[in-house]
């Protein structure tokens, strides 16, 4: 009987602990579900406050009318390029380059990774324009 009496004992005690675990559990889920939660705030790489990168705009933002095939046609456009220069540790820079014309207005915008002192070339193709866009203006940022 005493063996009974110890198992019964001893069962009792497991159960009456994970019976706490339960109810603590169900508690922290009632009071997480109530709070409303934050959105996640996205940072852009190159706007981190670890990054020390410094982009420069090297030389003018030049730009031509061209045909171009795309998804297997050909496509009048814009075609774009801008030099830019890291004159900052090595890091990331972001690039957006703008186009303006009569019919609209466009932009790309591109992050990438540039070593102290390294120099890129960037082509960019806008083929939203047509034939008939008058007076194109173009220009480019570089952040940080």
Partial sequence: MKLADSRLKSGSSVLHRSGWLFTLVVASSVVLTGCEPKAPTIISI?????????????????????????????????????TVRNIGQTGFIKVTIFLKCTEGEWSRSEELALCAGEYRTLDYFFQEPTHYA???????????
């Fill in 46 to 82: 190159s706007d981190h406050p670890s990054n020390k990168a410094k982009g420069m705009l090297y030389g003018n933002v030049n730009f031509r009318s061209e045909t171009r095939y795309i998804n297997g046609e050909m496509n009048y456009g814009i075609a774009t390029n801008v």
């Fill in 134 to 144: 008058e007076n194109v203006e173009c220009r480019a940022i570089v952040s940080p």
